[in-house]
């Protein structure tokens, strides 16, 4: 992705980034079993991009990746039927929408171009998913209302075979939530008016979001496993604050695992688009040149899970009687704790090392993936 066209916005390119290399895991991954996939972009844009021919927007990353996802599935025989649906209100952006559209020609890609609000298109749109297909669900609005609320969302959640990546504008919703005024627009996205007192703001934080994340698992299709969610947190560009999560919801284990290992290769990624635009920010403002740039400073370590309290909750997680751990087992302890799977192989590794714990179905050493959860392993806590 161009870095000149995401200046000022770096955390577009952090969202582009992600949407990116989940979609392509995910694409591939349901392409082998389904004939049909939909992309559905509910708030599509184009929004703010410089680019001329939409590169910087969700419209042209989402296409790009499908059309690379059905090429490499048509070569191992899986010819998969894509539709993208992109729904936008703004007259001007929808034009513009149903040029770019009109301008490409991927063949065995449908695209439909919705003019309208999101909230009285949602029965189009789920006509237009029929019920066979794998929907993927892209909701990326400007504000909360008639976007993000549970009932907004109910129609879409009760579909089964979908999942949803959502923006949940925490640099709203955490000014707004005690305000009176308010509350009923809490309510309907929260399930209740949040009561956040007495907390430190890193509490806060996890407290809203998990309570979002909550409700929406109260919506449960007619059939799929239970329902789960992940998250990634989007900071802003110049300063230390949050200023979206990206709350990702599905109903297949795996799908948790895949998220997480796509928000993890991106988790250096986002820190040194930061670092780089503070470090520009500097520059301009101080017209002093700098010799070394900002990112190559920057750690992987940094912000991540404390390795101790992974290893502590490891061993909350394992006893002397040997238990098998499978994607299933994976995507509890992502769901449950926020971290990443590369935070647990590190933290087991080094337990292994001490002697307290054994992967008994690991019979060579293994330098960084200490378990293998795609196979399913028995570890045990050694006393
Ligand atoms: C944040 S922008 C989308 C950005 C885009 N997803 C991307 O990453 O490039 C939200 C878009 O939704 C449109 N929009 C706002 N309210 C809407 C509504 N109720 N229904 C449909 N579109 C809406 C806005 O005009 C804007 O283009």
Redesign the pocket.
Known sequence: MKSELYKGREQ?RF??ELLEAYLERLFMIVGHHQRTICYV?C?????QAKGDDLED???AVSLNIIRKCREGLLKINHNVHFKALF????PT?HAKLKDYLDGRNDEGVETHPLH????QLREEILSRCGNDSFTFF?V???GWK??VELATLDPLLRRPNSEFLINFMYDFLVRTHTQEPFSDDMKRIFGRVPDTKGMTAKAREEHLVRLYRENLKTVVPTRGGKPRTACVQVKKVLLDRTLYHLVYLTRHPKGIAEFMAASDGLDLVQKRLRALAKQESQVESSGQLVLIAADESIKKEEGRADLSEVKSYWLTKLSSIPRRFGITELADMLEETDWFASDFQKAFKELDAEGKVKNQDAKTVRPVNVVNFEKGEMLVKLT
């Open positions: 577009a969202k582009h972009d708030f599509a844009g184009p929004w927007t969700s419209i729904v936008e209100k703004d952006a309208g609000e999101f909230i892209f990326d609005p400007t008639d976007a």
